[in-house]
């Protein structure tokens, strides 16, 4: 946790796109909350031409919506703030406007969630759950820095 699920509708994320996005995604949380990046991942999808709708109507701009479901237990200014460098970031990544990106944040308590086969610990606790990973497991992560 925490997943990160960014539609697009009206334009088309090359990799390079697709993998600064979830570059940015991943810092920006990482810098925000101080949770181990590896926790951090992202899944892209598309929206068909005029499947997208605002308003009842067909939108034809080019949009970028992330829905995060991210543990809960941080407060406002934290939540904004991450939202805030994510908006930045993307939007510059894709050249279109900010008004063009939208972010939710969805908050699920720790204790509704499993990631690595265990239930997550509450935020700051994340070192501590981490060395009950098995050696395996944490060695495919270490290439990756944690905080």
Same mark, same amino acid.
């Given at each position: ?6 539609? $697009? ?14 570059? =940015?995604?991943? =810092?920006?949380? @990482? ?6 990046? /590896? /926790? ?5 999808? =598309?929206? @068909?031409? +005029? %499947?997208? /709708? ?9 949009? $970028? #919506? $992330?829905? +995060? ?25 894709? %050249?279109?406007?900010?008004? %063009?990106?939208?972010? #939710?944040?969805? %908050? ?7 990631? /690595? ?14 060395? +009950?990973?098995?050696? +395996? ?11």
């Amino acid at each position: 946790m925490p997943t990160y699920t960014v539609t $697009v509708a009206n334009l088309s994320l090359s990799p390079q796109h697709k993998s600064q996005i979830a570059e =940015a995604i991943t =810092a920006a949380h @990482n810098a925000q909350t101080r949770a181990p990046r /590896f /926790f951090a991942q992202v899944l892209f999808s =598309a929206a @068909n031409e +005029g %499947d997208h /709708f605002v308003g009842g109507r067909v939108n034809t701009a080019p949009q $970028v #919506y $992330v829905h +995060g479901l991210v543990r809960e237990g941080r407060n406002v200014e934290i939540k904004q703030a991450l939202m805030s460098q994510m908006l930045q970031e993307i939007a510059q990544i894709v %050249d279109i406007t900010a008004e %063009d990106v939208w972010i #939710y944040l969805q %908050d699920i308590p720790a204790t509704q969630m499993i990631e /690595f086969g265990r239930f997550l610990p509450a935020p700051g606790e994340e070192a501590e759950w981490e060395k +009950g990973m098995s050696p +395996g497991k944490r060695a495919t992560l270490s290439n990756q820095p944690h905080y």
